[in-house]
Nanobody, 122 residues
Framework: QVQLVESGGGSVQPGESLRLSCSVSGNSVDYNVIGWFHQAPGKEREGVSCISAYGKRTEYTDSVKDRFTISRDREENMVYLQMNNLKPEDTAVYYC???????????????WGQGTQVTVSP
């Protein structure tokens, strides 16, 4: 079992920044890939970014490249998503999740957090 808890969401204006945090606990030896997903109202949950066990490999969906940065602190069992230059279309609930394989595809992720709301509006 792996437990994940997100924090850091909030309401910001376009162009501002937020940093999301994901606390990882439990038996995460095998499920050592962490991904961030977002889900807007009425839409499917989509992969935003993911990071490998030691942070050497990362992936980003095209819409957030050059704006978002994923990182992890293995000692603290934390994964972060730094989101800069936020846009209204980034508004969604953001989830972190754990997988065995580095991928932005939801089907690879077996453990999920409860989500944190990000709202970007003027």
């Amino acid at each position: 079992q792996v437990q994940l808890v997100e924090s850091g969401g909030g309401s910001v204006q376009p162009g501002e920044s937020l940093r999301l945090s994901c606390s990882v606990s439990g038996n995460s030896v095998d499920y050592n890939v962490i991904g961030w997903f977002h889900q807007a109202p009425g839409k499917e949950r989509e992969g935003v970014s993911c990071i490998s066990a030691y942070g050497k490999r990362t992936e980003y969906t095209d819409s957030v490249k050059d704006r978002f940065t994923i990182s992890r602190d293995r000692e603290e069992n934390m994964v972060y998503l730094q989101m800069n230059n936020l846009k209204p279309e980034d508004t969604a609930v953001y989830y972190c999740a754990a997988a065995k394989k580095l991928s932005l595809l939801r089907l690879w992720y077996d453990y999920w957090g409860q989500g944190t709301q990000v709202t970007v509006s003027p």
